[in-house]
């Protein structure tokens, strides 16, 4: 059963910093591309970073950009989402999801794969 699991999510002041990961389980991810996902209440889930399989390149929204950081480890099969200078406006539920293969890692519809999400919580 093919699994993502989110975590390090919660609460933290404006202007601190989380560090997201998402580890794979049930098959391995390394060729493909890998994305953070956010949806805040009322709004739809926008793509906020994504990441090649090779590592190589990476998408950020504009909101996000010099803030956040998305990284991966194949050999533990984890993609990381560091966020620093948390903002209120990312308060959000954040999912980790997997690109099916060959497909834009920057198109929001390339994603098939979806955890559960994990809470982000900015105070002001």
């Known amino acids: 059963q093919v699994q993502l699991d989110e975590s390090g999510g919660g609460l933290v002041q404006a202007g601190g910093s989380l560090r997201l990961s998402c580890a794979a389980s049930?098959?391995?991810?390394?060729?493909?591309?890998m994305g953070w996902f956010r949806q805040a209440p009322g709004k739809e889930r926008d793509l906020v970073a994504a990441?090649?399989?090779?590592?190589?390149?990476?998408y950020y929204k504009d909101s996000v950009k010099g803030r956040f950081t998305i990284s991966r480890d194949d050999a533990l099969n984890t993609v990381y989402l560091q966020m620093n200078s948390l903002k209120p406006e990312d308060t959000a539920v954040y999912y980790c999801?997997?690109?099916?293969?060959?497909?834009?890692?920057?198109?929001?519809?390339?994603?098939?794969?979806w955890g559960q999400g994990t809470q982000v919580t900015v105070s002001s």
């Open positions: 999801a997997a690109a099916m293969y060959g497909r834009n890692f920057y198109m929001p519809g390339s994603y098939s794969y």
């Open positions: 049930g098959r391995s991810f390394s060729s493909n591309s």
């Open positions: 990441i090649t399989w090779s590592g190589s390149n990476t």
